[in-house]
Every structure is written in structure tokens, then in C-alpha cells.
């Protein structure tokens, strides 16, 4: 068990650039979710996988971002024209459906827009 | 509305000090899970409980499922507990149990 791995650890860009970040979840797991925190708050929740099917969003994930699953494995998550208020850390974690067990979470990729 | 809240959001102890973190919760949940965050944002599930107690090493964990109303108690802590401490719940919702998360417990233990 490697645990969840997030790539990149940080990544700075200049406002209006695309950005794609990339998480994989621990090999059995086939649960996937996607968090942003900003600074001083809680993570919100932004989206889910089950296997490669996107099952549910929330309202926070504009029409800017996308993720991905193909392969029911590692997921993506795009943003793009980045903007101010994207700045953020983004977190991933996993977990197995059916069972009663806690989440498991990657160590975040830092987004800053400049 | 679904919410998570933490007190106190932010704590100064001396080592060896008994810590106590306190989360309340609006609505009816499935579980809830007590998170460590250290600087650089890794975050370390402490525990997961639906009702009773938990115990690890010097950490416990209790719930009460009627007042909605979790604890998570540090006893004999030192400098190295000091972290930011997340209250969330599983809210069933939709097709996944959802995490809500409080905005944390920021924990600094002193010498």
C-alpha cells in the first residue's frame, strides 16, 4: 500500500493558463474524490468517482473544470483559464464502496495563480 | 443546512496539557471521521466512529449520536501534536457518502 500519490506537489502559474493535476489512488480502491481548501478553511467537496463513472459534482466545480478517470484507476482534474480565486490546495483521496472504512488522502497539489 | 462545527479554531497548550476539540453537526450523519492536517497539507485519518468511544495511543475519540456532538481528547501532548485537527461527517447523500468537513482546530503545544 503506497498510499494516495498527487502530482504535482505545487504548481504557480500565471492567470488565464490551463493546469491539470493528477492523483493516484491507493490500487484497490475504487472510489475517488477530489477536494479544494483554501487557506484558514475545511476542504469542500468538488467531485466523485466510482471505477471511471463521474457520479456526482458539486456547484463549486464550474464549468472551467473537468476530471477524469478513464481507466477506473488514476484520475485528472483540469482547470482551465485559471483565475485569482482558483488558488487553492487540492486534494485527493479514496476509498472502496460497500465497505465502512475511512477515506485515505494524498498529500495535495498547492495551486497558485500569480 | 448541512454544517460541521469546530471549537475553539485555534489553541495554545503547554506539553503534558489534557487537549479537548469539540465538533457539533446539524442533521443526522452516518459517520464521522477526526483528520490531522500538518503544515504542507497532508492530511492522516485518527479515526473513523459511528457511536461510543475510540482509542488510540494517547488519542480518544468520542460521539453522541442524539446531542450531535463529537470530542476528540489528547492527553499528555507534546510539541509534535501540533497540527490542524478536521472534524468531518458522511453525510448520505446522493450516490456517495459525502464528506463535510469543519474548518479545523489549529493545535499548538508548547515546551
Known amino acids: 500500500d503506497t498510499g494516495v500519490s498527487q502530482d504535482p506537489r505545487h504548481k504557480i502559474t500565471k492567470r488565464g493558463q490551463n493546469v491539470t493535476f493528477r492523483c493516484d489512488p491507493i490500487s484497490e480502491h475504487n472510489r475517488l474524490y477530489w477536494y479544494r481548501q483554501t487557506l484558514g478553511q475545511g476542504p469542500e467537496f468538488l467531485t466523485y468517482f466510482q471505477n471511471e463513472a463521474q457520479l456526482e459534482k458539486s456547484r463549486l466545480l464550474s464549468d472551467r473544470f473537468s476530471a477524469e478517470r478513464p481507466k477506473g484507476s488514476f484520475s485528472t482534474l483540469e482547470i482551465q483559464r485559471t483565475e485569482q480565486g482558483d488558488s487553492a490546495m487540492y486534494l485527493c483521496a479514496s476509498d472502496n464502496s460497500g465497505g465502512n472504512q475511512p477515506q485515505h488522502f494524498g498529500d495535495g497539489t498547492r495551486l497558485s495563480i500569480l | 443546512k448541512n454544517e460541521v462545527e469546530q471549537s475553539p479554531q485555534n489553541l495554545t497548550a503547554q506539553e503534558g496539557e489534557f487537549i479537548t476539540i469539540n465538533c457539533s453537526y446539524s442533521?443526522?450523519?452516518?459517520?464521522l471521521h477526526w483528520l490531522q492536517q500538518h503544515p504542507g497539507g497532508g492530511i492522516v485519518s485518527l479515526f473513523m466512529l459511528s457511536s461510543g468511544k475510540k482509542k488510540h495511543g494517547r488519542l480518544i475519540a468520542t460521539i453522541n449520536i442524539q446531542e450531535k456532538h463529537s470530542s476528540l481528547h489528547i492527553t499528555a501532548s507534546h510539541p509534535r501534536d501540533s497540527a490542524v485537527y478536521i472534524c468531518a461527517v458522511y453525510y448520505r447523500a446522493g450516490t456517495a457518502s459525502k464528506l463535510t468537513f469543519g474548518t479545523g482546530t489549529r493545535l499548538q503545544v508548547t515546551l
Open positions: 442533521v443526522g450523519i452516518s459517520a
